[in-house]
Nanobody
Framework: VQLQASGGGLAQAGSSLRLSCEASGRTFSTYVMGWFRQAPGKEREFVAAINWSGSNINYADSMKGRFTISRDNAKNTVYLQMHSLKPEDTAVYYC?????????WGRGTLVTVSS
């Protein structure tokens, strides 16, 4: 299984970015997918998770209202739309399969938000 995250980069505070994570394999739609992030010098933290149908979504409190997780099972892809970015959102963002008992992690994509 491979999880390939993309879409990171340099963004201005207040702007938006959309991250994507494409998964290999035929069983993507059966898994709860999640996004985590790890800022420099900090522990990895939960961002959001979505069940197979999108009917059950959870966010970390600090991301509610700014971030939106979604998925396209036909494309084996989970997305993280981020709005109103803040410098403290700077981190490496990882997608994860089988939240909360994650069994595979993506390699991460770096998001840097400048003030």
């Amino acid at each position: 299984v491979q999880l390939q995250a993309s879409g990171g980069g340099l963004a201005q505070a207040g702007s938006s970015l959309r991250l994507s994570c494409e998964a290999s394999g035929r069983t993507f739609s059966t898994y709860v997918m999640g996004w985590f992030r790890q800022a420099p010098g900090k522990e990895r933290e939960f961002v959001a998770a979505i069940n197979w149908s999108g009917s059950n979504i959870n966010y970390a409190d600090s991301m509610k209202g700014r971030f939106t997780i979604s998925r396209d099972n036909a494309k084996n892809t989970v997305y993280l739309q981020m709005h109103s970015l803040k410098p403290e959102d700077t981190a490496v963002y990882y997608c994860a399969r089988n939240y909360p008992r994650v069994d595979y992690w993506g390699r991460g994509t770096l998001v840097t938000v400048s003030s």
